[in-house]
């Protein structure tokens, strides 16, 4: 196996947790008093962060005092501070996530899914309908897509509804059908898992797990595919911040699965005009703190189908390693998301139009 | 077992899912088509609509038309409505949720927990720790909690923590310390489950499942915890808007598990000041919409120790049937949250007010 | 005038800027360096500061460097820190806002409008309609209000529409009718100012001027009314953190106007079902951060007549010193915001119950 | 005066406000009753409709009645229909807005500052430092950045800040100096207002009028602005959705001055790593919604220098007209949002880029 390049030469089926690296003697954590704190309470605080063998450094103002925390940076996070009488604030000086950050490898990292690397200088397409409904429909997009120029066939078996009495997608008939498509087409396929029970039948299929935006936070099913030999493409949660992707990310690294991909999808915010709000902003952020390559997903970030292309051009040109759009070849049946999905003729259109910006921005498609 | 009122004389031990109402000939939808729709797109919808076996009502404005499709509602539901050229906007008549509808019963529903019911004129206090760490700090804060007038005993012993690197609960060793409190102190427990592959471990030892915010729309859970014969907590999740907390519920009523509590935690918004924006707003709505009794979780509404009495106290006013606080007999060594839990002390203090304000609007503790 | 607590024995009206107080030789910012930042970069920041005549403390940690910036506040925050080259965070260490600050006094402050004292054990009740529509309607509704308890009346000359198209007010003819209704009512009024052209004209009329929250950071607007000897009230904007609101109160305080109230009415956020999301944990917040009174405007906050009362007295729960609801006689007719008026059947009703909430905290109606 | 060309032949300094075309006859609003809404209730409804010499058609479903308003938009849009007993909820068939949207005029607008036309093929750059802080500052970078394409040079000479204690703009001489730089290096120049009492004054300098996003809502400011002769760029408010911007344009046009740029420059969402979050997603919406041409600000739109740029393509790569960008010779110096502010060269450098994405997308720079 050699799909990881933080792993060559090793396996990347690992149980056992990576030891996250000691920072040592850094200073780790800034305690700044309130302006009614008591010399009392200023002295146990002190004597507490003592007592658990770390150095407190003690700094006056006129007003406040501020105290420095100096000592492995594990160690400290787990102390509640904030809850001392007399602490006003506590701002940490090192960031909480350590594998995923671009100064754990201070180069950008590069993930293959079948044959495709992702993180290279072209910017990887995939595509395919939101759901899996039948075998024509799979294998006949999934023909379409690759002829337009798409790499990886996107394409739903287990499907997260927000009611349980819409379509929750074929299960196992939908991976199988996946699995036929791929022979067809030979497009490796990236489908979602939602459920640590499903893993195993869905590793059995998939050459790429997603784990959903409403799924980022669900720790059980990260260390679960952090755990497996797949990569992971993991979608921003609608409320998620930019950290608390990054730290979904680490829970699958510190498995021992370095195979992640992060992808923007859209966050909800007042707006009601779009179905979410595309946060683009994330990309030349997560592209400066992490190594791992960015997706962007137009068609959830702006959830209308004329609106998609203009939105998948936008990411582009803010760097995205990656385009993921629904396309569909009949979306007045289509079982889920018929609104945003493209047709195949307009998706054909937007590949060249992807190229043409691409280009511009020196990369390629 | 008389646990739910809506299915007594019957199991709650269902797999069986309960067949939502058809709701007949009524009018389900409305779309309103596009200035610049043709009488071409205009008949394609009406003739689409109608080979579904469903009616079409037509009623033409000076710039647009408005078409009201009538006929079953969960068929009308599933159709790509909003995917037909020169449709503008589609909206829905009906409510998308039916069994967690105030309409459906036409009354408040009750839950027990143990022997403690929700729902009734008295407002039951939940309190616990965010965790159970030992022994001793479990049984101690048990028997300090029911002695101040807590009726139900909160721990985690499966937690979900941001990091992967933060204590993550003791598990199975938590569940079971968990009980012995219950034999001491007499108090039914509360506690999450995170995962599909746990439950039948947690509902061995718990009175009342908690489904925690980030599983909120962790739908394979929603299915199992339906199928279960205990109770469920399901916290709103922080980008959950009240519709979508009410379709979350319906997966588990949908099921057969009608004994439901919806528990109001916080959302996400842009301030900073506070861990989460309580939204007090959402109890007097809920109330109105369904039928199920209502939580309200201060602590991690707001996040910061000396505030949530205050929120404890206005979350009464505005209605709730239960409050959940976190209470921490030592919070300088609480391994999670211990910036937000309430002294024993604190907590005693508070039952006293919150017993004053119940009873101002004419509920009792 | 003796209306400022603060001011007394001097005069409110003053266009001299009170000097905000020198804070010295505290320790006021912290600047953190980039992984990468080299030597040279370091140095290039610690000698700018010391070129600006402050100090710089610097600690090293394995991977960053924390450099102190000490002197005084007001001279550190207007240094770009962030801009240098090898930063990669700036925490401030003081709280920007000074005058406002609870530490400023020391003691909550009061505040007179007319003959009304906000701040005091009493819960103040301030009532009234959206907009004044004619004389009748003013008067009637006035008259009722004082019957049923309120203490201020408050109504709309100005009104902020979204559209150019609604009712916009009655402008000078509103005004007097107000005041004329005061004269039949005897109770004092508040309206809103909008801009400072017309801000004399609303002076020689309004008890206390009302500052909306689409102008919260219309900050020519906010120097104006601090120049004038009225009470201001303040609302917090749709999407002012509380730190916005009281730099935005620090406007109007700096210009020698200290007769603030900040009112919390609803913040946006992506809940649609009701019309805001009120923020009532500000509440305890403001009350901590602020000496000022605090106001709760729960008709705007939920926007839905039904549910005003509920979160009427979950305000008073939560704190508040004073509550503002909207009342209308005829709702049907109302020009604007008739959805959220209540009835003044339900506003006797209200007034009771609120009544019993505040006796329960300590407070009395 | 050929610059509105709308107003073709005729004068754009009309303080008329135009009359809104009446819609006649339309289906306008749409009524849904709640369950338990009684024939009395409904039967009040329709009494009270046709009262207003309105239209109403009943259609019963078999839980709700849903009704038709017909008659005059304007004459309905009035009416509180919301506040009848037994309503559930009120959709608007018709859009608010009416002069800024795309069908009124069916084709795109261009708006011409100086002798740059915004709207056309080319993409307008529009560069300058956040204030104006001296003559050598101004006029240095309006030659700079003429140099490197830019064709509108920006700078505040009315600064709102959020604390009353930082730089508030030079005013007066501010404007003074930019007329000079203008004079210099043969841009025009863009500048903001913040209030009506300033307007005179800024219209004696100005070619283009910036409201910002604080007084996005500023209604007394937008009507005003609306009467002048000058094109204005209106900002899009931190929490105000696209349909609100819609409806401030409206304000403006509805005063006769139909020389409006529409700005996205971020709105503010629980992400914290950056300043704002860019909505770019509005961009395709409004150039679908309205015939304005759109300018993007990615400069405050993420709030962090080295990020800028990339933000800057993916807005052209979304369509838009103009982009807007802080630049600044010594952004160390800098008095206001020198953290954000690009250098000359890094400018120099962007505006290639842009070229190259704006030509792979069908224009130019």
């Known amino acids: 196996m050699d799909q990881s390049p933080l792993l060559a030469g090793g396996s990347q089926k690992s149980c056992e947790p990576v030891i996250p690296p000691q920072t040592g003697e850094a200073l780790a954590m800034i305690i700044i008093t309130r302006p009614d704190a008591t010399e009392e309470q200023i002295g146990h605080i002190v004597s ?30 787990e102390k509640p501070l904030g809850v001392f009488p007399g602490v006003e604030s506590v701002t940490p000086v090192l960031k909480p996530y350590k594998l995923v950050s671009y ?143 990054l730290m979904s990310a680490e829970y699958i690294l510190s498995e021992g699965n370095f195979n992640v991909l992060l992808c923007e999808r859209g966050i909800r915010t007042f707006e009601t005009m779009t179905r979410n709000t595309l946060d683009l902003n994330a990309v030349p952020v997560l592209k400066s703190e992490t190594h791992l390559p960015i997706v962007v997903d137009p068609t959830h970030g702006i959830g209308i189908r ?6 998948a051009l936008a990411a582009v040109a803010a760097g995205a390693d990656s385009i993921m759009v629904e396309v569909h070849n009949a979306p007045e049946l289509a079982k889920s998301d018929g609104e945003q999905s493209l047709l195949p003729a ?6 060249g139009r992807i190229r043409a910006v691409a280009e511009a921005v020196g990369r390629a498609v």
């Open 346 to 351: 307009e998706f054909v259109d937007l590949v």
């Open 48 to 77: 507490r962060i003592r007592d658990w063998g770390l150095k407190a450094e003690v700094s006056r103002g006129e007003m406040r005092v501020v105290i420095g925390v100096i000592g492995p940076e594990d160690k400290i996070r």
């Open 306 to 311: 004329q609106f998609v292309p203009a939105m």
């Open 103 to 245: 100064e754990f490898r201070g180069t950008s990292s590069k993930v293959k899914i079948g044959d495709v690397v992702l993180g290279n200088k072209d910017v990887v397409i995939m595509a395919g309908p939101c759901s899996v409904e039948n075998e024509g429909q799979i294998t006949t997009i999934a023909n379409s897509i690759r002829k337009a120029g798409a790499r990886i066939l996107r394409g739903g078996a287990f499907k997260p509804r927000t009611s349980p009495y819409s379509f929750q997608g074929l299960g196992k008939v939908g991976l199988q059908l996946l699995a036929e498509a791929r022979k067809e087409s030979g497009l490796p396929i990236i489908t979602e898992v939602m459920d640590t029970k499903d893993l195993d039948l869905v590793c059995e299929y998939a050459d790429c797990l997603q784990v959903g935006a409403r799924n980022m936070q669900n720790f059980s099913l990260l260390r679960e595919v952090g755990r497996t030999r797949l990569p992971v493409m993991l979608k921003r949660g609608m409320a998620a911040s930019i950290k608390d992707l």
